[in-house]
C-alpha cells in the first residue's frame, strides 16, 4: 500500500489528473467528497436567498436574468454533485448529510436578503468571491471536480456581472437607491470576506489539500484577491466599504482590512446563522415534497430498461431522469 501511495503522490506531482478508476487513498476520496458535497449544497442552499425575488423583481428584464441565474445554481449543485457521485456515493447519502448536520454549506447562505439590492450585492460581491475561489480549482487534481469548475465559472462571471450592473443601476439612482446599496453592501461585506474559510493558521484541512492539489493557493490568499478587486469596484460605485480600518498598504500592493469576527462565523459554520434553520427546513421540505416524482421517475426507468419498447424508449427514459434529478436538487 505504500508503494500504491507512494505512485498516487508521484502522479499528483507530475500533475497529472486523477480519475474515478484510479487507485486513490481512501483520505483523498474523503477529503473530495466532504469538500464536492458541501460545494454542491451551497449551490443548491444559495438559491434560496436570491430566488424569493424571483417574483419580487424590478422590471421584466431583471426577473428574467435572475430566473436564470438562480437556475444556473440548481445546474452547478447537479454537476457538483455528479462529480462527487463518482467518488462512490450516492446523492441521497450526500443530502442525508447535510439534513443532519454532518455536511456544511458555505456561511454566506444563512443570511437573509432583505432588499432588491441585496440581489446585487450577492451577485457582485458573494459571485466574485465564488470566482476567486473557484478558478484555481479548475486546477485541482480530481478530474470531474475540475472540469465541473471550468463550466461551472464561465457561468459565475455572468452572475457577477448581473450582480454588479444591479448595484450600478441602484448606486446612479435616487438617494434612497444609493442608501439602499450602502446598506445591502454594509450587511454583506464581513459574511463575504469569511466564505474564504478561517485564517490559514487555522485551517485544518490545507496542508494536506495543498499536497494533495485539491487546493492551490491558501484561504487568506484568496481572501485579500478578492480585497483587492472589490475596494476599487465600490470605488466606482461611490460606495463605501464598511471597515474604518481599511487602507492600501503601498509596501505591499495589497488594501489592508481591520479585524474578522471569527465568532460570528463559528456560530454561523455551527448551524447558528440568521436563517440557518429556515434555509435547511426549506430544503428538507422540498426534499421531501419531491419525493413522489422520483421515485415515479425511478419506476419509470426502471420498466423501460426491462426492454419494453427498444432504444428510442431508452434516450426518453434518460432524459425524464434527468429531469427528475433537476427537480430534486432545488
Ligand atoms: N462556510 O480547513 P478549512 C457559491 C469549514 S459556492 C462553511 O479551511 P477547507 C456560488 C470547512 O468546511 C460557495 N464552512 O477547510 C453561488 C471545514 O469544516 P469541515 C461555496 C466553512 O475545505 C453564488 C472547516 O471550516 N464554495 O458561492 C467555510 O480546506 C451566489 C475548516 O476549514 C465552495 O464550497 C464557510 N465559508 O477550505 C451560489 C468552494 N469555510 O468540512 C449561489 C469549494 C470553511 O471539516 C449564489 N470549497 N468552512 O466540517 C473550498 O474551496 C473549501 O472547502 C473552503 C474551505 C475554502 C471553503
Known sequence: MAAASDEFQARIDREERIEPQDWMPEGYRRTLVRQISQHAHSEVIGMQPEGGWISRAPSLERKVIL??????????????????????????????????????????????????????????????????????LQRCSYGPYARAMMRICKEESFHQRQGYDIMLALARGSAAQREMAQDALNRWWWPTLMMFGPSDADSIHSSQSFAWKIKRYGNDELRQKFIDQAVPQAEVLGLKIPDDDLQWDAATGHYRIGAIDWDEFQQVVSGNGPCSRQRLAHHRQVQEDGAWVREA???HAAKHRAGSDGPKAAARNSDTAQEGRADAAV
Request: no cysteine.
Open 67 to 136: 430566473l436564470a441565474k438562480v437556475q444556473d445554481e440548481g445546474g452547478h449543485g447537479l454537476y457538483l454533485y455528479g462529480a462527487a457521485e463518482t467518488l462512490g456515493v450516492s446523492r441521497d447519502e450526500l443530502i442525508d448529510a447535510m439534513h443532519t448536520g454532518k455536511a456544511k454549506y458555505s456561511s454566506i447562505f444563512n443570511y437573509p436578503a432583505l432588499t432588491w439590492a441585496d440581489v446585487g450585492a450577492i451577485g457582485w460581491l458573494v459571485d466574485s468571491a465564488a470566482i476567486v475561489n473557484q478558478v484555481p
Open 297 to 299: 421517475v425511478a419506476v
